[in-house]
């Protein structure tokens, strides 16, 4: 059996490039998740997400524990095979969407317990329960159950939430299954303070993770505020372990964050942009359904390779999100996914090359420029 493991090749600065090595194979960081909630890519085939380079796909506890079950999933081979995907799987812990029921959920000592925003059922997550789900869903990262910590927070409340988490991550590192090629992720809390942060890492090293989730983030606070937490956070955080941000982001937040030292990121932005018409480019964002695009013959990104620039025009684009075809959003997701996997090739080539700095600086220039309308 191959061991997990992280293989930390290049640094330019605190940009890193890696390679982390599962039971499932093997991928390259920095890297994008590819976002498969339900266990599926929105609007995408398995076939066309690997097309647009991802290597990694991270899925929904809470969501699969609700639909179909983590047994049933286990009962028919794990998440692999359940959704074809015969590559890296990380899975949340499902903290996330149980602390964001508002008014659904209850939090104790012991875990949490909540009614189902499907069909109201009542369910409790503990964190031997998250590692239970996790293990039968086969994942090759799991990653611990904490709680998130409201923004903003008094110092007060963040050191409770994020005591309350530590707690939980000796449980979830006492209950984890251990197995070759599988790893199990810490995270990072402590809201915006410095000290809370400190004791948060020192807290998971003493446990003893195979990587570190840094969680609490891009949950409102701006991107300023999250570099400077991410500036005082990073440089605690042990070297030889693989470094996630969670929920993170746009471009430039990746861009930013890969010169602090992080490894691996996942969001929803560029799917549920996709879906509703909004496309990124080296040149900023744009939104498809605009009228301008209307006769427009060129492709989203002249600098694109995708299927979709390669084979369709912005009048095609805004025609299908017009007239509300699903191929549509098809096709502008496809774009969107591949934008973020070529984005982070780019990255991982130029913290080898050691121009990492100058390739932010003509990153953030090239997005300044914004889109410019057809002759």
Same mark, same amino acid.
């Given at each position: 059996?191959? =061991?997990?493991?992280?293989?930390?090749?290049?640094?330019?600065?605190?940009?890193?490039?890696?390679?982390?090595?599962?039971?499932?194979?093997?991928?390259?960081?920095?890297?994008?998740?590819?976002?498969?909630?339900?266990?599926?890519?929105?609007?995408?085939? +398995?076939?066309?997400?690997?097309?647009?380079? %991802?290597?990694?796909?991270?899925?929904?506890? $809470?969501?699969?524990?609700?639909?179909?079950?983590?047994?049933? +999933? %286990?009962?028919?081979?794990?998440?692999?095979?359940?959704?074809? /995907?015969?590559?890296?799987? *990380?899975?949340?812990?499902?903290?996330?969407?149980?602390?964001?029921? =508002?008014?659904?959920?209850?939090?104790?000592?012991?875990?949490?317990?909540?009614?189902?925003? *499907?069909?109201?059922?009542?369910?409790?997550?503990?964190?031997?329960?998250? !590692?239970?789900?996790?293990?039968?869903?086969?994942?090759?990262?799991? !990653?611990?159950?904490?709680?998130?910590?409201?923004?903003?927070?008094?110092?007060?409340?963040?050191?409770?939430?994020?005591?309350?988490?530590?707690? /939980?991550?000796?449980?979830?590192?006492?209950?984890?299954?251990?197995?070759?090629?599988?790893?199990?992720?810490?995270? *990072?809390?402590?809201?915006? $303070?410095?000290?809370?942060?400190?004791?948060? #890492?020192? %807290?998971?090293?003493?446990?003893?993770?195979?990587?570190?989730?840094?969680?609490?983030?891009? #949950?409102?606070?701006?991107?300023?505020? !999250?570099?400077?937490?991410?500036?005082?956070?990073?440089?605690?955080?042990?070297?030889?372990?693989?470094?996630?941000?969670?929920?993170?982001?746009?471009?430039? &937040?990746?861009?930013?964050?890969? !010169?602090?030292?992080? &490894?691996?990121?996942?969001?929803?932005?560029?799917?549920? =942009?996709?879906?509703t018409g909004r496309g990124y480019t080296h040149r900023g964002q744009i939104n498809i359904k605009n009228a301008r695009h209307a006769a427009d013959a060129r492709p989203l990104d002249e600098r694109c390779t995708c299927a979709t620039c390669q084979s369709y025009s912005r009048a095609y684009l805004h025609h299908l999100?017009?007239?509300?075809?699903?191929?549509?959003?098809?096709?502008?997701?496809?774009?969107?996914?591949?934008? $973020?996997?070529?984005?982070?090739?780019?990255?991982?080539?130029?913290?080898? =090359?050691?121009?990492?700095?100058?390739? %932010?600086?003509?990153?953030?220039?090239?997005?300044?420029?914004?889109?410019?309308?057809?002759?």
């Amino acid at each position: 059996m191959t =061991a997990f493991s992280f293989d930390l090749q290049k640094t330019d600065g605190s940009a890193r490039r890696g390679r982390v090595t599962t039971a499932h194979g093997t991928f390259e960081t920095p890297t994008f998740m590819a976002t498969a909630t339900a266990a599926t890519v929105k609007a995408m085939t +398995v076939d066309a997400v690997k097309a647009t380079g %991802a290597e990694l796909a991270i899925c929904n506890t $809470y969501h699969l524990m609700l639909r179909p079950s983590p047994e049933r +999933v %286990a009962a028919l081979g794990g998440l692999h095979k359940f959704m074809n /995907w015969q590559d890296p799987i *990380v899975t949340d812990s499902g903290g996330f969407q149980v602390m964001s029921l =508002a008014g659904l959920r209850k939090l104790t000592e012991e875990g949490v317990t909540f009614q189902s925003h *499907v069909d109201g059922s009542k369910h409790e997550l503990t964190p031997e329960r998250s !590692m239970e789900i996790q293990h039968l869903l086969d994942s090759n990262i799991t !990653m611990a159950l904490d709680e998130c910590t409201p923004h903003p927070a008094t110092h007060e409340v963040a050191a409770e939430s994020m005591r309350r988490s530590m707690r /939980w991550a000796k449980r979830c590192r006492e209950a984890f299954k251990k197995r070759e090629g599988y790893g199990l992720f810490g995270i *990072v809390q402590g809201s915006t $303070y410095e000290d809370l942060r400190a004791e948060s #890492v020192k %807290a998971l090293a003493d446990i003893g993770f195979d990587g570190f989730g840094i969680g609490g983030l891009a #949950v409102g606070e701006g991107q300023e505020e !999250m570099f400077r937490v991410l500036d005082f956070t990073m440089p605690l955080v042990p070297s030889e372990k693989p470094r996630y941000l969670m929920g993170v982001g746009t471009p430039s &937040d990746i861009v930013g964050s890969v !010169m602090r030292g992080i &490894d691996m990121f996942d969001c929803v932005m560029p799917t549920r =942009a996709g879906r509703t018409g909004r496309g990124y480019t080296h040149r900023g964002q744009i939104n498809i359904k605009n009228a301008r695009h209307a006769a427009d013959a060129r492709p989203l990104d002249e600098r694109c390779t995708c299927a979709t620039c390669q084979s369709y025009s912005r009048a095609y684009l805004h025609h299908l999100f017009r007239c509300e075809e699903i191929l549509g959003p098809m096709l502008l997701t496809q774009h969107n996914l591949h934008y $973020y996997q070529m984005l982070m090739k780019d990255i991982r080539s130029t913290i080898e =090359a050691g121009t990492m700095t100058d390739f %932010a600086a003509k990153f953030t220039a090239d997005q300044a420029l914004g889109d410019v309308e057809a002759l």
